[in-house]
């Protein structure tokens, strides 16, 4: 059974960092596409970053947070992360995880974060404040 644990939220200041970790069981993370997505309070879901299968690992990043997080994928440990620096307060969100084996018709990255989608682990939250 897939299955996604979240970690790694919490309170930091702004130009801070924080890291969050998406752990897998049930599957291999290098043969899956994952994804990090965030959903600011009071409005809709975005996508953060997402990384392909381990076959390129090829990254992909909204532009809100392009150079200053980045996604990484342990195989070892099945986990993957999310590096998050220079926080600001629009960072603010719950922060979530997914996977999606990247078949047709949503083989890349970016695609899994253009569309959201993949089976979801639970959140995290994640406050940017002085």
């Known amino acids: 059974q897939l299955q996604l644990v979240v970690s790694g939220g919490g309170l930091v200041q702004p130009g801070g960092s924080l890291t969050l970790s998406c752990a897998a069981s049930?599957?291999?993370?290098?043969?899956?596409?994952i994804g990090w997505f965030r959903q600011p309070p009071g409005k809709e879901r975005e996508a953060v970053a997402c990384i392909s299968t381990a076959f390129d690992s090829i990254k992909y990043y909204s532009n809100s947070v392009k150079g200053r997080f980045t996604i990484s994928r342990d195989t070892a440990k099945n986990t993957v992360y999310l590096q998050m620096n220079s926080l600001k307060p629009e960072d603010t969100a719950v922060y979530s995880c997914?996977?999606?084996?990247?078949?047709?018709?949503?083989?890349?990255?970016?695609?899994?974060?253009?569309?959201?989608?993949?089976?979801w682990g639970q959140g995290t939250q994640v406050t940017v404040a002085s």
């Open positions: 049930g599957f291999s993370t290098a043969k899956y596409g």
């Open positions: 997914a996977a999606d084996p990247l078949t047709s018709p949503i083989t890349t990255a970016q695609a899994m974060c253009d569309e959201g989608v993949g089976s």
